[in-house]
């Protein structure tokens, strides 16, 4: 498959290389920037549907868009997590922070087999935010 005279094989290997050397998730527009083989005009619509299956990429939804990240190596049907360096963007303070501690909230497509992430909370915001009794309900609900 090739789009613009360029190969999938090497399209996925420049966007692991820009994902690597990033410690923040990067919309397509910032790949696109980094990237050395890329050129302005390239939107590559198949191979970025084709790159949400691999798995050790995984994309966010943002108010901005999509961010892909890197992820640990897990099985395509397991729920993988962000690298530890990796920094989240908080849905309700707009900072970026780390990964760990973040309650992502949204819903499991069956017929994607993915988890269409609505919105992220980081760990100070549930303490400023959400009651004890929202959180416990949320933890319940991770738990099923």
């Not at 302005?40 to 943002?62: D, G, S, V, W």
Request: proline residues 3%; hydrophobic residues 35%; aromatic residues 10%.
């Amino acid at each position: 498959m090739k789009n613009r005279g360029i190969e999938y094989e090497t399209f996925r290997r420049e966007v692991i290389r820009i994902l690597r050397e990033s410690n923040e998730p990067k919309s397509w527009k910032e790949i696109r920037e980094s990237s050395k083989i890329f050129d302005m005009n390239f939107l590559p619509h198949n191979f970025l549907l084709k790159l949400a299956n691999e798995p050790e990429i995984r994309a966010i939804r943002t108010k901005k868009g999509l961010k892909f990240f890197l992820t640990d190596k897990t099985e395509k049907n397991e729920v993988s997590t962000p690298r530890e360096e990796v920094r989240i963007q908080c849905t309700v303070c707009q900072e970026y922070k780390e990964a760990n501690n973040f309650i992502a909230i949204g819903t499991w497509n069956k017929r994607v087999e993915a988890f269409n992430t609505s919105f992220f909370i980081c760990g100070d915001c549930q303490k400023e935010h959400l009651s004890n009794k929202s959180l416990n309900w949320l933890r319940d609900r991770l738990k099923e």
